[in-house]
């Protein structure tokens, strides 16, 4: 299990209002987002194919 936000590093173990998704572009890479970077819209970029997303 991915256990840190894509974003920002940090932990979504204990977080609230995270995010968990696969890659829009390649559908093969699970893309985790904490509630901060998803409300200021911060880039992610997907490790697998370096799509980069809102």
Do not use: T
């Not at 932990?11 to 890479?29: H, Q, R």
């Not at 987002?33 to 809102?54: D, H, I, L, T, W």
């Amino acid at each position: 299990m991915v256990d840190k936000c894509i974003s920002c590093g940090n932990s979504i173990l204990s977080a609230k209002g995270y995010s968990k998704f696969v890659c829009p572009n390649c559908g093969e890479e699970a893309i985790v987002r904490c509630n901060v970077c998803r409300a200021n819209s911060v880039e992610y970029v997907c490790p697998k194919c370096g799509f980069r997303g809102p």
